[in-house]
């Protein structure tokens, strides 16, 4: 069988990567864009095609080549407050990528499971009578990369509509991990504070809204979570995952302070707050658990840990 992984070289790829070698009989695919740092150690054992997934020609051309069982699309622009400076960037990388996979799937390899991994920002506005979110919430984007998400679902959705394509859709809540880059709070805060602890800072921490509060899974748990949506998801289905409950951004800041022995102070940047956030977010995934069993099994502490960890080794090879 063959998985053939989009964005397999970024953060959740990545770690998609190594759970199908580690756990599956599956010969992986991957594309890649840019570069390839996260997978460095997986090279040998993947096969990748360098391309951009704009290129409908060049993505028909991958399709017949690899001829997938399994289609895993992570490829995306994932940047949310970045897509408020650069919105059709983010609109046309997210839609543009997937519809040039979808059609290349649709007349290459008609039978071919394809994975559409989507985002809890595609619910955007969230209303208190909404909490837990369930997949029946109505979406109502609220910033240009939750746009292009939803955009991404309901495309999914036609082809699954229209042409019979087997799609199963995750919506995915916030995750978190080794390996994420900077844009991303926890990330962030543990960079920031692995460059205090090697000097190469001053001992203060930029931060943005610590008030907000959203449902954060560890990466590792979240792939395992698509392989399972992927092998026992319902085609045409869409699925939320993650925690099911709402941690603050403060809490997240509050175990990485306490994490360091440096005595650090802490700074809102007016240039990290969004135009627009949401308070509290976080998902009901019984739709998805009843489906596949899964169950988060790394702690948010031992997350944390990780992420800054990760950092810690990041910067001492600076």
């Known amino acids: 069988m063959r998985a053939l992984v989009t964005g397999i070289a970024g953060f959740a790829g990545s770690h998609l990567a190594a759970y199908l070698l580690r756990h599956t009989a599956c010969e992986v695919h991957g594309i890649v864009h840019r570069h390839d740092w996260r997978i460095l150690d997986l090279r040998e054992q993947l096969t990748l095609w360098r391309g951009d997934l704009r290129n409908p020609v060049w993505v028909s051309e991958v399709i017949q080549k690899v001829q997938p069982d399994y289609l895993l699309h992570l490829a995306a622009w994932s940047d ?4 408020w400076e650069q919105p059709w960037t983010t609109f046309e990388l997210n839609v543009q990528t997937q519809l040039s996979l979808l059609e290349a799937v649709r007349k290459q390899t008609p039978t071919c499971r394809v994975l559409a991994v989507g ?13 837990p979110i369930d997949e029946e919430t109505p979406l109502r984007p609220h910033n240009p990369y939750g746009v292009s998400k939803a955009a ?3 495309m999914a959705q036609q082809y699954f509509l229209s042409y019979g394509l087997d799609v199963v859709r995750v919506r995915a ?3 978190f991990g080794p390996g994420q880059s900077d844009d991303f709070s926890a990330s962030a805060f543990a960079r920031q504070i692995a460059e205090i602890e090697a000097g190469q800072r001053p001992p203060l921490v930029r931060v943005g809204n610590l008030s907000a509060q959203r ?13 399972l949506a992927t092998q026992q998801g319902q085609a045409g289905e869409a699925y939320n995952v993650g925690s099911g409950q709402p941690r603050s951004i403060q809490s997240i800041l509050d175990f990485l302070l306490a994490a360091s022995d440096r005595p650090i102070a802490v700074e809102t940047d007016p240039g990290r707050l969004r ?3 949401v308070p509290v977010s976080y998902c009901d995934a ?7 069993g899964w ?11 990780d992420v800054l960890n990760d950092w810690r080794q990041r910067v001492r090879r600076v």
């Open 119 to 131: 985002s809890n920002e595609i619910y955007g506005k969230i209303q208190a009578e909404d909490l």
């Open 286 to 292: 019984r739709h998805f658990r009843a489906v596949s």
């Open 152 to 154: 991404q679902d309901l």
């Open 80 to 83: 949310v407050g970045g897509s």
């Open 295 to 305: 169950q988060p099994e790394i702690s948010f502490e031992t997350s944390l840990t």
């Open 173 to 175: 809540f916030n995750q």
């Open 215 to 227: 449902d954060f899974t560890d990466v590792r748990d979240m792939v395992r979570a698509y392989w």
């Open 275 to 277: 135009p627009s956030d």
